[in-house]
């Protein structure tokens, strides 16, 4: 099994930056990718960005410019720079990691992102 554990959460500011984090354990297949998803209430979780273990990028294009996706393959971990926060942001983000070769996908617990004066 694997596990995921985000942090990075919290109250931010229009205008402001938050980096939320995300480390993953376990039965980890080498071949992966990692991402982060959000849902706002009342609407569907969503694909915000994700990134293989190669280093290719995906970005939503209501993130692209803003957010940043990263990953440190040796630690397991993926990071998303979030900057320039808009209300529209706010949501509970959950940590993702699929593994192609099983098809298998694994979720973190979430993390709330409040984006508001």
């Known amino acids: 099994q694997v596990q995921l554990v985000e942090s990075g959460g919290g109250l931010v500011q229009p205008g402001g930056s938050l980096r939320l984090s995300c480390a993953a354990s376990g039965s980890i297949c080498s071949i992966n990718t990692m991402g982060w998803y959000r849902q706002a209430p009342g609407k569907q979780r969503a694909l915000v960005a994700s990134i293989t273990s190669p280093g290719w990028t995906y970005y939503a294009d209501s993130v692209k410019g803003r957010f940043t996706i990263s990953r440190d393959n040796a630690k397991n971990t993926v990071h998303l720079q979030m900057t320039s926060l808009k209300p529209e942001d706010t949501a509970v983000y959950y940590c993702?990691?699929?593994?192609?070769?099983?098809?298998?996908?694994?979720w973190g617990q979430g993390t709330q992102v409040t984006v508001s004066s």
């Open positions: 993702w990691l699929y593994c192609g070769t099983s098809s298998s996908a694994y």
